[in-house]
């Protein structure tokens, strides 16, 4: 009765734990538990432990690693179903996770889907323009890493197509070569054009090279525009 009390109802893992003590020993969770802990150790133990500075910073890498698995737990789910088909409860249910930590991140599902496709465009925009150099041609072996990052996110393309959110990918080219910019020192005008031109140019490649089903290879699509 204490754990029921304590555990939410999609702590799942706490839940099984605690009906796998009480059909092994026929005690519960609570008792079981105070009756262990009050047996003397058998060893004296020496506890070691990392300090991390600084703290904001192991907070800001935690954040976005539960920022990641919501979104992810998203593309699992548009995998199986449109993206106005899913509740914020299947999302939960998926994910063996309370409401109110998705709520502690998104404020909806489409913040969710904004992050996903921003974490997703700026590991791509940032290979294409970090190897730009000047011109509108980029290197080969870069375009190779670029064509070759977006074949490895085939699933990724997949459910942005089935559900039509081609036009958000554009959209949010635009946002990621605005924040790549703000960490640099500031360039011409033409060269930010140019930017813009590179960045949705090679998008509506990508998405046009998906859309028929991948027909050259990354090296073969790296050649051409190289």
């Known amino acids: 009765p204490e754990s ?9 893992k706490r839940i099984l734990r605690a009906l796998e003590v009480y059909y092994e020993t026929g005690e519960t969770i609570t008792a079981h538990n105070v009756r262990t802990q009050a047996i003397p150790a058998r ?6 432990g990392l ?5 904001a910073l192991l907070y800001d890498r935690i954040n976005l690693r539960v920022s990641i698995m919501l979104e992810q737990g998203l593309l699992e789910a548009m995998k199986l179903k449109r993206y106005d088909e899913i509740s914020i409860s299947d999302l939960c249910d998926r994910l063996e996770i ?6 502690r991140y998104f404020v909806g599902k489409d913040g969710a889907l904004q992050a996903l496709i921003d974490h997703t465009l700026s590991d791509c925009n940032e290979i294409a323009l970090l190897g730009w150099n000047g011109s509108t041609a980029l290197d080969e072996q870069v375009q190779l890493r670029f064509f070759s990052y977006w074949m490895a996110h085939r699933d990724f393309l997949d459910v ?15 946002a990621i ?17 140019v930017e813009y031109f590179v960045a949705h140019g090679l998008m509506a490649t990508v998405l046009r090279w998906h859309q028929l089903g991948f ?11 190289g």
Do not use: C
């Not at 060893?43 to 070691?48: E, H, T, V």
């Not at 309370?98 to 709520?103: I, T, V």
């Open 43 to 48: 060893y004296n133990p020496l506890w070691l």
């Open 51 to 55: 300090d991390f500075e600084p703290r």
């Open 160 to 174: 942005i197509q089935d559900n039509g959110f081609q036009h958000l990918l554009l959209d949010r080219t635009d």
């Open 98 to 103: 309370p409401r109110k930590s998705f709520y």
């Open 215 to 225: 027909p050259a290879s990354p090296e073969e699509m790296a050649a051409i525009f």
């Open 4 to 12: 029921a009390q304590r555990l939410h109802l999609k702590d799942r």
């Open 177 to 193: 070569v605005d924040r790549m910019k703000e960490n640099r020192e500031p360039g011409s005008f033409a060269r930010e054009q």
